[in-house]
Nanobody, 122 residues
Framework: QVQLVESGGGLVQPGGSLRLSCATS????????MAWYRQAPGKQRELVAA???????TYAEAVKGRFTISRDNAKNTVNLQMNSLKPEDTAIYYC????????????????WGQGTQVTVSS
């Protein structure tokens, strides 16, 4: 059974920062692109950022310049550094793994984590 385990969510004030992490097995991490999605109340789940096994990245327009996705190959972990957070970033954030072009073209990942809540509020 594939496991993607997220951590790092929480409550932060507007303008603050949070770092999300997602750990998985080495076999999944080495052979899959990794990504973060989010789903806000009443909205569809959307891709936030994705990273290939080689480190190439893509970002949603809404987070460009504020969020950074990275891979830690020693720990089989993907991270999402979120800076300058806004109330509209409030959502459940999901870690995902799969084929890079499938994720960035909307077909979705092969594997999902269970999600972690991020709330941006004063």
């Amino acid at each position: 059974q594939v496991q993607l385990v997220e951590s790092g969510g929480g409550l932060v004030q507007p303008g603050g920062s949070l770092r999300l992490s997602c750990a998985t097995s080495g076999s999944i991490f080495r052979t899959n692109a990794m990504a973060w999605y989010r789903q806000a109340p009443g909205k569809q789940r959307e891709l936030v950022a994705a990273i290939t096994t080689g480190g190439s990245t893509t970002y949603a327009e809404a987070v460009k310049g504020r969020f950074t996705i990275s891979r830690d190959n020693a720990k089989n972990t993907v991270n999402l550094q979120m800076n300058s957070l806004k109330p509209e970033d409030t959502a459940i954030y999901y870690c995902a793994a799969g084929v890079y072009f499938a994720m960035i073209t909307g077909r979705g990942p092969d594997y999902w984590g269970q999600g972690t809540q991020v709330t941006v509020s004063s």
